[in-house]
Every structure is written in structure tokens, then in C-alpha cells.
């Protein structure tokens, strides 16, 4: 089940450690899917319960990027971030700004928050096409995606089996696990 809060911190967190508190949508977006799937490797449970979708650019998290274009409802989103779209030609691309800090503390672990600061450890100097691109070798994304324009919804099952390598036995069992425990959760 998609936890809003969560996911705000994931992206708050991101935002404070980026210059001016500011970053491309799809960075923010491909930091935030690497994140959530680091979580699941290492844990075998989700960060923000977010659903995984194939897009043209790679995976996405697909209730984010709702929050992103403004179709989500979450008023601590809407509080602490705002998403800046395209204003056509000699402006920035589509990004997010912090617009109030928030106590990341408060919604995630420890663990989850030292796992963000590996992330933006290891990609923080990515562009954002670098990112579109390693994500694109994720083998569970759909590459027909990036032809049609089109999404398609990515299984837990198909994360943990393609893109962790394990066997499909135990990766229908870990993402029977989280599935079990999202649904606790609501």
C-alpha cells in the first residue's frame, strides 16, 4: 500500500542533499525507483509501497509520479515539494524544489535512510539521461515502453526473479512477502 508520507521523505531527503534544494523530475524519480529497489534486495520490503511501472524513460513509481503531476492527493507533498513543469523553450526542464524541510526521521528507519545516502552517494553526479540509461538495464523494465509511450505495470515477482536474479521460487516467495505485509499495512 502506498504510503505518501514516506515517499516525501524519500524525495525530501533527496532534495536537501542537491544543490539549491532542486532536481530534474526524472532524477528525482530514478533515484527514488533505485532506492525502493535496493530496499527490496536488501530487506525484502518497500520504502513507500509505491507500484513499479514501465515508462518510456525506465521505471517509475507510479502513484510519485502522480504526486509529481499534481494528480495525487497528499497534503504533506503538497506541503514540502513542489514540482515545476516545463515552461517551454530557454526554461528548466520539468523538476522538484524543497519547499519546506522536513524531519526525515520521522517516517523512515535508520536503515532506510542510511540506504538513501548510499544512493545519492553513488549517483548524485549522474545526469539525468545517465540515470534513464541505468535504468534502462534493469531487466524488468519493458523496453516496448520506450516505443509505444506506453506503461506497463512491473511485478514484484519480476523484480526479484530478472532484475535481483533470484529463482522464480524464491522470488514469488519474497514478493509474496511483501505483498502480505503491504496489505498489513492498510
Known amino acids: 500500500m502506498f504510503r505518501p508520507d514516506n515517499a516525501t521523505a524519500m524525495a525530501v531527503y533527496f532534495l536537501m542533499c542537491a544543490p539549491n534544494h532542486a ?64 515552461g517551454g523553450h530557454g526554461t528548466a526542464s520539468n523538476h522538484c524544489i524543497l519547499r519546506e524541510g522536513l524531519d526525515v526521521e520521522e517516517y523512515l528507519s535508520d536503515f532506510e535512510i542510511e540506504l538513501l545516502a548510499s544512493v545519492w552517494g553513488e549517483y548524485k553526479k549522474k545526469s539525468k539521461w545517465d540515470l534513464v540509461e541505468i535504468t534502462h538495464t534493469f531487466p524488468e523494465w519493458d523496453e516496448s515502453s520506450a516505443e509505444t509511450k506506453s506503461s506497463s505495470p512491473i511485478s514484484l515477482k519480476s523484480i526479484f526473479e530478472l532484475g535481483l536474479h533470484q529463482s522464480p521460487d524464491v522470488a514469488q516467495e519474497r514478493a509474496n512477502e511483501i505483498e502480505y505485509f503491504e496489505a498489513l499495512s492498510d
Open 23 to 86: 532536481l530534474d523530475d526524472l532524477v528525482l524519480m530514478k533515484l527514488m525507483v533505485i532506492a525502493e529497489r535496493r530496499c527490496m534486495a536488501e530487506t525484502t520490503s518497500l520504502i513507500s509501497g509505491a507500484t513499479f511501472v514501465s515508462m518510456q524513460n525506465g521505471p517509475v513509481l507510479s502513484e510519485v509520479l502522480d504526486l509529481m503531476q499534481g494528480q495525487g492527493d497528499s497534503p504533506t507533498w503538497s506541503r514540502h515539494i513542489k514540482c515545476v513543469p516545463h
